[in-house]
């Protein structure tokens, strides 16, 4: 890794726009690289803190996953295992189907969803925030309806398609949560708390609100509306995931730091064990996370629709695939997620190497296209 390559890049993005990012790098639990800048604050008079919390979105999906695997490892749960085993409502689910007449029907789904399934994004589902058993179930609880509620009531929406079949990034892991909760009879953040945070010592992590305002050390939060870095405005410090009250999004609802979020992605980098000699995961069960798990229609899926060429998925994260295909230095294996404000994970067990990047901007396709394969060039750059 060049730190001085890495440290210009960053900067680079402040004088292109970019309120403010801190940026991580860990190496057999050790720190080798940590850069931040720019403002905590509209304003722009609070210098980034390295304990600055940012809404992570869909790097919560990558703690959902391990909570998974977890459960796997101890035999408590199969990715085979059929989701209705766990969750009745998901039992009988109906798929949308196209007749050659062009008319659509519903059909029962041609093979029970499972566990598999929904890790990998190939459950059917979609991420419509508003369909019809959700709004109704939070109308007939006065807006605060439980994860399992929600969950259960996800279940009235016809899938897409017929399980396994296509690639579509949806509320899967939401769904995957409440399986968490029921086959460890846990809340949700209960089991999170007792399995990842203490044994982490992640002491700033938590389940955030739909709206966050007072919440203290939290960056201001900013959308971008053209995906041009130098048109960023200021947004609410909302998450809407975050569909109650009481509901907990195993797939977008979680409120981290750099350095407490790197926590959990250098143990996972280091097989499983933490800094501190404890272990949340076996080393064989981290490598289940860096195989490659779609093929055919969906593999292309995740291609075209998410933007990920030289990628596949696996359990919950992109899996690097096909490095010369994308010119990159980076090596076949390594993985990670990212999130709706623009956060990133990555990690690379091979060589015990794990990335943390945060910045708080929605909507930013920037950060996808350019910012996050730029990170990853450089954690590996001479």
């Not at 991420?127 to 109308?139: C, I, M, P, S």
């Not at 069960?285 to 995740?302: H, K, M, P, W, Y």
């Not at 030289?310 to 076949?332: K, N």
């Not at 390594?334 to 190497?353: E, Q, T």
Request: net charge negative; with cysteine.
């Amino acid at each position: 890794m060049n730190e001085v390559k890495l440290t210009q890049y960053l900067d680079s993005l402040l004088e292109a726009g970019l309120p403010s990012f801190d940026c991580m790098v860990m190496k057999d639990h050790r720190v080798v690289f940590r850069h931040m800048g720019g403002y905590a604050d509209a304003e722009r008079t609070q210098p980034i803190r390295a304990d600055q919390k940012y809404l992570m979105f869909s790097m919560t999906k990558i703690q959902t996953m391990t909570a998974v695997m977890q459960l796997v490892e101890q035999g408590k749960l199969s990715l085979d295992d059929e989701v209705g085993r766990y969750l009745p409502a998901y039992r009988d689910i109906l798929v949308r189907e196209r007749g050659a007449d062009g008319a659509e029907r519903l059909v029962p789904a041609k093979t029970p969803l499972t566990m598999m399934h929904l890790v990998t994004m190939q459950s059917g589902l979609d991420y419509d925030l508003h369909r019809a058993g959700v709004d109704a179930v939070l109308d007939a609880q006065g807006g605060d309806a439980t994860t399992r509620e929600l969950v259960d009531a996800m279940a009235r929406t016809p899938l897409a398609f017929h399980p396994g079949t296509h690639y579509q990034y949806s509320l899967s892991h939401d769904v995957a949560a409440a399986v968490v909760e029921v086959v460890s009879g846990k809340k949700y953040s209960d089991y999170l708390t007792d399995n990842l945070w203490k044994p982490l010592h992640m002491t700033s992590t938590c389940f955030c609100k739909g709206m966050n305002e007072g919440v203290e050390g939290l960056a201001q939060q900013y959308v971008c509306d053209n995906g041009d870095l130098a048109q960023i405005r200021p947004m609410e410090p909302s998450c809407d995931y975050q569909l109650s009250p009481s509901y907990e999004s195993g797939g977008a609802g979680l409120m981290s730091c750099t350095e407490d979020y790197m926590k959990l992605a250098d143990a996972i980098a280091c097989g499983g064990e933490t800094a501190y000699g404890n272990r949340i995961l076996k080393p064989e069960t981290v490598a289940e996370f860096a195989v490659n798990r779609i093929g055919g229609d969906s593999l292309s899926e995740l291609v075209n629709n998410m933007g990920r060429r030289g990628y596949g998925y696996g359990i919950g994260m992109q899996v690097l695939i096909d490095p010369e295909l994308i010119g990159t230095r980076a090596p076949a294996g390594i993985f990670g997620w990212d999130g709706a404000a623009g956060s990133l994970a990555i990690m690379d067990p091979k060589n015990r190497l794990s990335l943390v990047f945060t910045m708080h901007v929605r909507n930013c396709g920037y950060a996808y296209g350019v910012i996050h394969p730029s990170l990853r060039d450089l954690m590996y750059e001479d």
